[in-house]
């Protein structure tokens, strides 16, 4: 009976590896090609698994991708969470929340492509979960911080959707064009360093635009 309990937890090991490593092989795919656009196929060469595993543990590529989503970005939402509830003034919640936006498309540059794929090409039932899942999170711990900066006098008076898309744009932007980084700039990679600058550029241009009083900033 111990053998047994034993082989079977050994499988439920092998299984969970298995699709961990679907998921790791879909991810770095992307990261390769700058592309969503990949082949159950070319996961499984990537991966060195059968194909069929994916329709094993995902059910179809959409329950794959939707799976990589939620492994990528879902632990992001519970350290926004505790960013927005901490005791920290506006500016500085949205200095860490910039730098950690942009800390998470340097990770995963394919994200907001991802998840704009899905929400365009799949049912209204699936495109509603994306937007529920990571957009709404994502639009509502800013929004919070907009009003926690105006309540303290230190932004000026924003609108939050308008702020949603701007900063996700400027954030994801450098992650999304990496064609212009390569033949405009000749820089082929985006390494540590040039996150780090990239994300502080951004977050200066950012609160000298929010902030009512820009020259402390400065």
Same mark, same amino acid.
């Given at each position: 009976m111990g053998m047994t309990m034993k082989?079977?937890? #050994?499988?439920?090991?092998?299984?969970?590896? #298995?699709a961990d490593l679907l998921l790791?092989?879909? !991810?770095?795919?992307?990261?390769?090609r700058n592309t969503v656009d990949v082949t159950f196929v070319e996961i499984a060469q990537k #991966? &060195?698994?059968n194909a069929a595993l994916i329709r094993y543990h995902f059910g !179809?590529?959409? &329950?794959?991708?939707?799976?990589l989503l939620e492994?990528?970005? &879902?632990?992001?939402?519970d350290d926004l969470e505790r960013l927005v509830q901490s005791d920290m003034d506006a500016a500085q919640k949205l200095r860490h929340h910039v730098h950690g936006i942009i800390k998470v498309y340097f990770r995963y540059p394919y994200m907001n492509r991802l998840v704009a794929a899905l929400?365009?090409?799949?049912? #209204?039932e699936t495109a509603r979960f994306i937007s529920e899942r990571f957009s @709404?999170?994502?639009?509502?711990?800013?929004?919070? +911080?907009?009003?926690q900066g105006e309540a303290e006098g230190l932004f000026r008076k924003l609108d939050p959707m308008l702020f949603y898309f701007s900063l996700v744009g400027a954030c994801d932007h450098l992650f999304n064009a990496r064609h212009s980084l390569k033949y405009?700039? &000749? +820089?082929?990679? +985006?390494?540590?360093?040039? @996150? @780090?600058?990239?994300?502080?550029?951004v977050t200066g241009i950012l609160m000298r635009s929010v902030l009512v009083q820009p020259e402390i900033e400065a």
């Open positions: 082989a079977k937890a #050994s499988a439920e090991r092998v299984e969970a590896n #298995s790791d092989a879909t !991810s770095a795919l992307m990261i390769e #991966s &060195g698994l !179809s590529k959409l &329950g794959m991708f939707m799976a492994r990528d970005a &879902g632990p992001t939402f929400a365009v090409e799949t049912d #209204s @709404r999170p994502l639009a509502n711990a800013q929004k919070a +911080i907009l009003e405009a700039f &000749g +820089i082929e990679d +985006i390494d540590d360093d040039l @996150r @780090r600058a990239y994300a502080a550029h």
